[in-house]
């Protein structure tokens, strides 16, 4: 195929003007015998255009004007240049079978901000747009289109080579594959496609455009283009999947039995065989070359990726991180030993069987993978081997098992050091990383504590291993490595869900990441597990040397030297789980500390410190009116040392009062809470848990001693989130009260009450957001009445008044604020009773609705049955 195009490139090149072995000969297209330019001829509509009339004045020579119809024989001299604006047409193929220097409007102004000269060339030159660039084409079949692209080139001041030398700069293909597309992806030239000569083409007419600066990314070729690719043993939603990014690299899925495929790729881990027909000509690769070839956006190399050179090994299934291993369970007991010995030393095979306590958790907790227990061939030699191991100590056993298991988990951690963390931290060199530092940091920061601390502790194992007695201590190794596993483990076990979660984001939204992914996914050092899979295993570490460590324990006994260490390295394990359950605990609690402090508005600043932490969450409506008001949906944060208390915004309050047309845009803004108050734990001298009744239910109130004024105030509320229970909340609250205070009696800072014994009115609890508002306005009748009288009621409560007024009812009922309120005649309200009859000299007065109408508080009034009802 390759062949076949050179021959025809060939021919085009052939019929040229002149034949360039060299490269810089080619980019001037020199005369050496033309002489300098005595004039410049502009042809058609282009001669009354001032931008080209100026240019041409730049270089100080004769400029006429002639048209398509005037005597080209007389005008044509060497000395002379053409300035044509269509390089088509009779005029244009006169002039250039002549020989005659012409050149396009565009050059021309090009030439003249430069200040050079024109040049003597033979070739027609309308811009300058490919100046410098030296193409090589491949792939073209049909020989009308490569002479088109190889014209328009010239056109724009480049040049063509036939084979890929050193100095060319482009491909042009219009297939992937063959020997210059690989010598390109190997010397990183960069491979267009035709479309980019024809953009650039189009762009003719605009001085100073480059097609190397511009659209040089947009027109690059895809990977997969002219390629038809078949997908062999994969699930039904990754071939799926894969097919769709074919189709957006270029490609086209087909079938097996397509003559016309090129490709056919192969899931190794489910493929054995060949299949019985393939297509003559098509490549049958494994899936890491599809994978690779998206990661670096050019097909790679099929050599390096050829399927047939793995069919016959032996492939491992895909095994689930949490699935359970079934039947194989015990050939993968006698694999496991088997490997044991080569790990302990190469030369030698001294497994045995056991069945030990801890085997099925091992497994369990290994997953079941082929990375905890590498598959050997089972062979007679093998056998034996196991029969040998027989005769070991179950102490022996289990710690030749603890060896395996540490053994594979460094070979994890390795792999994710040198497969994954590795190449990623050296394409941060090159112009278009996968990832940036921020995004390594996060993902691959806190793993090489952990790494080089479990690859010392393998070496202390395996000199155990080598030097084995009954009295070797192996607690000993694990107390020698316990302060290095609180510092290493702690880090990466916190923010393991933050590296989860930008490596999830980071595969959705970075196609070639995705791709580098995949393709180290299909190696047999992965064993077809993901990154996250992967990373998942030193959150399970620790758990699984707890239960090795414990089998370990049983098999020893106490008049054994190691026991004691044993039983220290164990405790030390576990302080280790519990230090970083512990902070894990404590550094979600600061997280959430944040995501608290950006969702209130007005939120004091040093509500965030590094030694308070989140600790629960509760809804509530207020019931006394200290804080916010009787009926306010309340939330309250518990904190460590304090008591954030703050207002759920109501979105159709805040519209209500200020329905502006841009209202909508900013109430996305908003923030969802509003601050009210910051109680400190130390003012709150005693929780009151209300006796739950028919009528009163999750209920409960707070006496607090103010700083200020030393006085003592009741705040009263009920719980309305369905999700909290109020004897978990307020035992809750009343340890970090006596946690705060230094005192371990908890229990006597929580009181019961019945309801009856306490002085709280509810009645107005349920009142909807105007009759909040007509309350509002009630209390400052005063400055309304004020502000009314100069005309300038604010805008926000008059609508709220206005909204409230109703121009029906009576007076006779109402207290004298809400007489004078009612009596107040806003700007928006007319009076009906005006309209009706002008010249009445009494004016009616109107009131509020019953619904909102204020009633007066009774200090002795007690909880209301019906109030409670509708809490």
Known sequence: MEGANEETEASVIVEKPMECSDVEEDLAMLDPSAPECSKIWLFGEIAQNETVLTAAKVFKVDIESCDEDCDLKEKCNRSYVFVMEEFSGPVFDYLKQHGQRVIGPTA????????SCLPELQRPLYCQAMAGVVVCFTGFRKKEELARLILLIHHMGGSIRKDMITKVTHLIANCCGGEKYQYATAFRVPIMSASWVHNSWAMRNQPGFSAVAHGLAEHR?????????CFLGFPEDERQHMADILAENGGISTDIADPACTHVVVDESTTSALPASLP????LVKAEW????????????????LFQEYVGNNTTPRVSISSTPGSSRNRKRKRLRANLARVISPASCDQGKRRSSITDATLLSCSGSFLDS??????????NDGAHLKNLSARHQVFLELLQTESNYVGILNTIMTMFKGPLEDMLEEEDPLLNGTELKIIFGNLPPIYNCHCHMLEELRFAAHNWTEEISIGSIFLKFAPDLVKAYPPFVNFFETTREMLVKCDEQKPRFHAFLKARQTRAECGRQSLVELLIRPVQRLPSISLLLSDILKHTGKSNSDHVALEKALSSIREVMTHINEDKRKTEGQVVMFDIFNEIDNC?????????SFIIRCEVTELSDSLSGRGDQLVLYLFTDILEVCKKRSKAFNSLKSPSTGMSGKLANIKPYKHIKLISLSTIRKVFDIKETEVCHNVFAMMCRSTDDLKEKLYTFTITDDETEKSLFLKTLCRQMAN??????????????DPKNLDIETSDVGLGTLGKAFKFASRTRMKVGRAFSFNKTPNKLKRAVSTMMSPFGSTTNLTPAATQLAQMRLASCTNISELANNNSP????????????PTRRSKQSSLSVASLRRL
């Open 740 to 753: 705060n205070a230094c005192r371990p009696d908890a229990d006597n800072f929580l009181a019961t009450l």
């Open 290 to 305: 599809f994978w690779a070839s998206v990661q670096n956006e050019y097909c790679v190399d099929e050599k390096e990726h």
């Open 604 to 612: 004091p600043a040093h509500l965030v410190s590094s030694h308070r």
């Open 280 to 283: 003559t000509r098509a490549y």
């Open 374 to 383: 590498s598959p050997l061939p089972e062979t007679e030699e093998e056998c």
């Open 221 to 229: 070729l895809k990977a997969f283009h002219g390629a038809r690719v």
């Open 842 to 853: 009494t004016v009616t007065q109107y009131v509020a609705p019953l619904s909102v109408q």
């Open 108 to 115: 021309l102004q090009e030439l003249a901000e430069k200040e």
